[in-house]
């Protein structure tokens, strides 16, 4: 049975980046394993936030390699989510990780996926995960419709996709950088 981790969202506004993550663990399609798991954590000496989406053992083998290119490029995200995603590319075991990470730090907001693209969105909004398109869809709403700080924006998104996804509950953990 496969346990799987749910809805990320980020949101990049006035000078800080916000990411928020449920806290709903499933195994399989039907079982509640987890309702309080922290799937968003602060990494590289706090300096960079990563929220994690996808099979969990997968998720926290893409976190632990991110870190680890964190470390061998002096903290340089874009550098350390290309060199990874290069990795991938040349490593047969590796391609097959079915996770996601959304990563930040002051300036960069990046997707990393565990078949090896980088993407940096466009609007400094993102969301990945079972929820993710309720969520995106929402700080996407907020983001254009309100005030709301980014740390806010992405808490709400969250508890909107909670109301809408079966993967996703209403235990958050938001981190700003």
Known sequence: MEFRGTTICAVKRDGKTAIAGDGQVTMGENVIF???????????????????????SDAFALSEK????LQKFSGNLMRSAVELAELWRNDK???????????????????????GE?????????????????????????????????DEIAKQSLLIASELCVFTNDHITVEIV
Request: proline letters at 2%; a positive charge; one cysteine or more.
């Open 34 to 56: 987890k309702s309080n798991a922290v799937k968003v954590k602060r990494i590289y000496d706090d300096k960079v936030v990563v929220g994690f989406a996808g099979s969990v």
């Open 66 to 69: 991110f870190e680890g290119m």
């Open 93 to 115: 075991v590796a391609r097959k990780l079915e996770a996601l990470l959304i990563v930040a730090d002051k300036d960069t907001l990046l997707i990393v996926s565990g078949t």
């Open 118 to 150: 980088v993407i940096e969105p466009e609007s400094g909004i993102c969301a990945i995960g079972s929820g993710g398109n309720y969520a995106l869809a929402a700080a996407r709403a907020l983001a254009k419709n309100t005030t709301l700080p980014a």
